[in-house]
């Protein structure tokens, strides 16, 4: 018979710990990063600064079309027959045509949609992987470029605020502010500022859909690993 305070139940003690640790480092990220993959496709479209048309390529419950219309929540883009509108869509032309997008439905209205039938979105770009780039958000992107204007509405869930790390400065452009500099000129500093600031820092946690797959994996290994050292060994 083996006493409580035994080696052999230390040692079971100890590998259940590692084994559980090993777990929550595995799947919290995933956890975090669902918002991010609540849908995502192909940009197939640009209409203007913040509006554009996604080919679906994973939908959730609010998607309902395979082509979808997209309007950016919070930001707000010149009009296209204005002097900076073709300006804006060029831009968000350049940057997403073509390209897999990251989706944040809004879920403050039962649809997800204003009242045009527009999907309002939180949009993140894709990683080198594939994966959902946490920040920045290409919202925020835009805004920080010279090419839109911060304007939170309160009918949806999101808050531009938390679009920033706290690191960053709290620049918050007004509503039909005109940048003081030419956007071109502005565009590579931010770029590499919001590269450095915050795309390095986060890419360890944006992992997508090979994360989900290796937590499952590792999920079922521990379950296993788990299940041997408490079975009895038979005498």
Same mark, same amino acid.
């Given at each position: 018979?083996?006493?409580?305070n ?5 040692? +079971? ?9 090993l ?10 990063? /669902?918002?991010?993959? &609540?849908?995502?496709g192909?940009?197939?479209?640009? +209409? ?14 609010? +998607? ?11 930001? *707000?883009?010149? &009009? ?18 073509? #390209?897999? +997008?990251?989706l944040?439905? *809004? ?56 679009w920033?790390? &706290?690191?960053a ?8 502010a005109?940048?003081?500099s030419?956007p071109?000129? #502005? ?10 600031d915050?795309?390095l ?8 859909? &090979?994360?989900?797959?290796? /937590?499952a ?19």
């Amino acid at each position: 018979m083996i006493s409580s305070n035994s080696p052999c139940d230390f040692g +079971v003690a100890v590998k259940f710990a590692c084994l559980l640790l090993l777990c929550l480092l595995t799947i919290m990220p995933a956890i975090g990063l /669902a918002s991010l993959d &609540e849908a995502y496709g192909i940009v197939t479209n640009v +209409v203007d600064g913040d509006t554009f048309d996604v080919t679906m390529e994973k939908a959730s419950e609010k +998607v309902a079309y395979r082509v979808e219309r997209v309007r950016l929540a919070d930001v *707000d883009s010149p &009009e296209m027959d204005s002097e900076k509108g073709p300006d804006a869509r060029d831009f968000t032309y350049a940057v997403l045509m073509n #390209k897999r +997008v990251f989706l944040d439905i *809004d879920d403050l209205s039962e649809t997800g949609r204003d009242s045009y039938g527009r999907l309002i979105c939180v949009a993140y770009l894709s990683g080198f992987y594939g994966q959902p780039i946490a920040a920045p958000n290409f919202n925020r992107l835009l805004v920080d470029s010279g090419f839109a204007s911060l304007d939170n509405f309160t009918n949806n869930e999101f808050d531009p605020r938390n679009w920033r790390s &706290e690191s960053a400065p709290q620049i918050v452009p007004q509503i039909g502010a005109q940048p003081k500099s030419d956007p071109l000129q #502005k565009l590579g500093s931010d770029l590499q500022k919001n590269f450095t600031d915050d795309l390095l820092p986060k890419l360890s946690q944006s992992a997508g859909r &090979e994360l989900d797959r290796a /937590a499952a994996e590792s999920w079922k290994w521990i379950k296993n690993q788990i299940n041997a050292s408490t079975t009895p060994t038979p005498v």
